[in-house]
């Protein structure tokens, strides 16, 4: 598709295939293009500017032959599961690297940078850079010693990007066409499946004409709203990355807002959980607002003591997953009895968190009567 235009009946897209033109009409065009996509293009929409993000760039490929975390850095302890089995990051002062290994020897790989960290390296110079970066963290060096990439390095000069606007009268972005802030906690997968919801619900729900536009607002104000609610988050962890104690602790918001609000959905009771990130609680909202803003003063001795405290406050009444236990030491094992002690958090009980883990494939375990029990 080359142009698109809209008219009283809806919208027209007009382009060639096979060397012929083709014209499509719809009532309704949802672009899940990503990114700078084909309405952004189409349109001339224009980009909106970052508010708290710093500026980044992307260096990345497909590797073969990238060895195993667990054999460069043996654990003196037993994870809870296979460091490699998941997305692996390792992050540094100005940046992280992701590692995510597919399941036929393939290897993603690359590296999220500030404009100071990518200038350093050269970035643009693509796999030049990739080695200098290497060069400057040994063990991730020695995790990609016998290394090969197998397709061309992509520099990636803008990383995150908004969109000015998200709906048109017949027209609408999905939130990965309208917001792409970072890959560091993977949210463009939720914003995108719960802005695939509003939005079906929007057209199915509404008719043509003055409902259909202020459902359609709304879409766009929400989806704007959890753009907002994750570049601030983001843009604290990246403000906190040479103090891996203070990412690790603002990092454990993100799982706390996730957890919660996975189980609460899982139970029925979404009206617990407002917003991606929780963003819309009334209490989780402006607490997770103000810890972000906080961090991103990168604040130092007492102020930062204090920001601990104030983070922990935030997640202990939405933690169901055991964030909070400083005896795990930072390993984070997903365990069915988490959940169960802590039912009454989304107003359920016991019995009925052993009914949705069941549903979901897990055995709870807990203790009845002071003894162990199995449901």
Known sequence: MERVSEDASGIVLEGT????????????????????????????????????????????THFEGVERWDRVAPSREAPPYPVDLAAMHHVFDGGWIWILRFNNGITSAGAALTDPAATALNAADGAPAWDRLLAMLPSVGDQFRGARAILPFVHAPRLAFRSR?????????????????????????????????????????????????????????????????TEQLVAALYATMADPALFKRLALLYFAAASYAESARRLGRTDLAPGFLLHAHPRFGPALRECAALARHTPKGANRDALFGRIDRAIEPFDVAGLLDRSRRDWYPVLAEDLVANASKLQASAGEVDRLLERSGFTARRTVSGSPSES
């Not at 995108?192 to 259909?212: F, I, K, N, S």
């Open 17 to 60: 295939r096979d060397g012929r033109r083709l014209s499509i009409a719809a009532r309704f065009l949802i672009d899940a293009s990503g990114p700078r996509g084909f309405l952004h293009r189409a349109l001339g929409l224009q980009p909106a500017a970052l508010q708290w993000l710093p500026p980044t760039q992307g260096l990345y």
């Open 165 to 229: 606007q998200v709906c048109g009268r017949s027209w609408a972005l999905l939130p990965s066409a309208a917001g792409v802030i970072d890959p560091l906690l993977s949210t463009g997968f939720p914003l995108t499946l719960l802005g695939m919801t509003r939005l079906l619900d929007v057209l199915e729900q509404t008719a043509e004409g003055p409902e259909r536009d202020a459902g359609l607002r709304a879409y766009a104000q929400v989806t704007e709203d959890e753009l907002d609610a």
